[in-house]
């Protein structure tokens, strides 16, 4: 009889324990989290944690500027939708963290503006204008296929001049090439990555609008001396344009550019941008360069040559526009200066 009376607890026992493991009021921790940290938030919108297993919860991740969010995962449990940044999170039989990934959104610059040569006396149309496609990235690309307002594609090819970012920044790739003609106002221009068998790079596309401002005046009376540290470039200011080209506002719109070609390759190997005003010293040594503005070769770097010194200015979309970045590229080659580097000693010509 006490045999029976055992067996019988004991059953008893085992069948309360399993009622207990399914369903006898067990709750589990959910715990959110963020990989990396830093870049945005992970949120349990239910926010009633512990929950008993089989609770849809509803989860939500938010990214931070410059970042977007890719996937959630977790070592146990069920998503609604893994890629989605709000949607739903099954608990499984245990504690457990769920963490929302994401990822630095690809640095992507594109622009289409126009680059005018000759002075300012002669209207756009007559000053060999073009069309210059010019991309930034920091995404890993064969090429880019610009689609024109005119239904033609193009592909724009990397660029390989010394002065590219791409030099004195490794991690951005650069690609330009013109396109002969004034473009038409409003036209779109549509830029797509491609990789190395010539397909679309998902997410990578942009798409910019020329709006076709009033161009501003090149540069003139362009001259330059040698100096101790390098070479002192001046010129006359060009009219402001107000909303498309004030270079000395606190907020810049538009600048003045310098570049550096040597004659016998007419390779560009020195190159600054973002000039607010009149006049700028091109370095002498690399020591002098400034971050962001200067890139390529210091003049000490440069062999023995002749070399052209030219200045540019460029105009911008005003602000609220569909356009965004350059309007305009405006240059006279007859203001160029021409120097020479022999033996370290430069003489203008």
């Known amino acids: 009889m006490k045999k029976r009376v055992s067996i019988f607890l004991i059953t008893v026992a085992l069948i309360a324990g399993v009622v207990g493991c399914g369903g006898g009021g067990v709750e589990y921790d959910l715990t959110m989290a963020v990989a990396p940290g830093g870049r945005g938030t992970a949120t349990d919108l239910t926010n009633a944690s512990p929950y008993a297993t089989g609770t849809s919860v509803s989860i939500a991740a938010v990214a931070n500027s410059g970042y977007h969010f890719t996937n959630w995962t977790a070592p146990a449990g069920i998503f609604g939708n893994a890629t989605a940044a709000q949607t739903t999170f099954t608990m499984p039989a245990q504690n457990v963290k769920v963490t929302a990934n994401f990822a630095k959104d690809p640095y992507f610059w594109t622009d289409a503006y126009v680059l005018l040569n000759g002075p300012a006396t002669l209207p756009p149309e007559e000053r060999n204008p073009c069309v210059i496609l010019y991309i930034r990235t920091d995404v890993v690309m064969d090429s880019v296929r610009v689609d024109l307002p005119d239904g033609r594609s193009i592909i724009v090819p990397r660029n390989t001049n010394v002065f590219s970012p791409s030099i004195d920044q490794p991690a951005i790739l650069d690609f330009i090439t013109c396109v002969s003609g004034m473009p038409i106002a409003g036209g779109e221009y549509i830029f797509t990555a491609l990789d190395a068998a010539g397909e679309p790079i998902p997410g990578v596309r942009n798409t910019d609008i020329w709006v076709g401002v009033e161009p501003p005046d090149p540069p003139t009376n362009v001259r330059a001396e040698v100096i101790e540290y390098g070479i002192l470039v001046s010129w006359d200011e060009s009219p402001i344009i107000p909303g498309s080209f004030e270079p000395a506002t606190y907020t810049q719109l538009g600048f003045y550019q310098l570049w550096i070609d040597r004659i016998e390759t007419w390779e560009s190997i020195y190159g600054v941008c973002c000039i607010s005003s ?44 569909l356009g965004k970045g350059f309007e305009y590229n405006n240059f006279d080659p007859g203001q160029c200066i021409t120097f020479t580097i022999q033996d370290g000693e430069i003489t203008i010509k």
């Open 278 to 321: 009149s006049p700028y010293s091109v370095p002498k040594y690399k020591t002098y360069f400034i971050p962001g503005k200067d890139n390529g070769l210091s003049l000490s770097e440069m062999e023995d040559g002749t070399y052209s010194l030219g200045a540019s200015v460029h105009s911008v979309a005003p602000e609220g526009s």
